[in-house]
């Protein structure tokens, strides 16, 4: 689907977007509100080890200044490093981008699971309310390192392209996400107040 260049440019983050250490110090307890809120609305659960965030700007402007803040990022080049790895996770109008977590917290999980679950990543699907659904494409600028043939990575990186038939199906709710890999057929609804989240990044 076509995006209009106005809408490219209004969503990707710039150099100017990203605050320094001191400015982003004073503001840090507020936004860490506001990004635990929002990403309350877009963390979807699917089945027992894997969870869904849908990213957008202000999930990726938090992760960059945390990222900045760790890491005593003091010089452009070093923001402009972090705004080509994140950037590409916004979403533009018309798409949804999701990270896709394996969450394992123990050997004997990461032996039982990563094997088992070589290519979900390319498994997971929003299902709407007519029974279509949109399959997700696999973001190739970090496809690179995540997968192998016998074992899989525990983040991988999603995008889901909508046609704006798509976006209106959407919209009216009685949405799913479901994962149909052989080994973890799982399908969850989304809440009404994520539909209505993820509906601004879709227009």
């Known amino acids: 689907m076509a995006t209009p260049a106005n809408a490219i440019s209004s969503r990707k983050l710039k150099?100017?977007?990203i605050l320094d250490l001191r400015a982003y110090e004073r503001i840090r307890e507020e936004s860490r509100a506001q990004s635990i809120e929002t990403k309350r609305k877009r963390r979807i659960g699917l089945g027992t080890v894997v969870t869904v965030m849908f990213e957008n700007r202000q999930t990726m402007w938090y992760q960059i200044q945390e990222m900045i803040r760790a890491e005593k990022s003091m010089h452009d080049e070093q923001v402009m490093e972090e705004l080509h790895a994140y950037n590409p996770l916004i979403p533009?109008?018309?798409q949804l981008s999701a990270t896709l977590f394996i969450e394992l917290t123990s050997?004997?999980?990461m032996?039982?699971?990563l094997p088992k679950l070589v290519g979900i990543?390319?498994?997971i699907a929003i299902q709407l309310h007519d029974g279509t659904q949109v399959r997700c494409v696999i973001d190739e600028g970090h496809a690179e390192?995540?997968?192998r043939d016998y074992v899989t990575a525990a983040?991988?990186?999603l995008r889901f392209e909508f046609t704006p038939e798509q976006v209106d199906a959407f919209a009216t709710g009685g949405v799913k996400l479901v994962c149909d890999h052989p080994?973890?057929?799982e399908s969850v609804d989304l809440p009404a107040f994520t539909v209505s989240e993820l509906l601004t990044d879709l227009r």
């Open 121 to 123: 990543e390319n498994s």
């Open 92 to 94: 533009e109008a018309g």
């Open 107 to 109: 050997e004997d999980q």
């Open 183 to 185: 080994a973890y057929r």
């Open 111 to 113: 032996r039982e699971w």
């Open 155 to 157: 983040v991988h990186y």
């Open 145 to 147: 390192t995540l997968t």
């Open 15 to 17: 150099l100017e977007d």
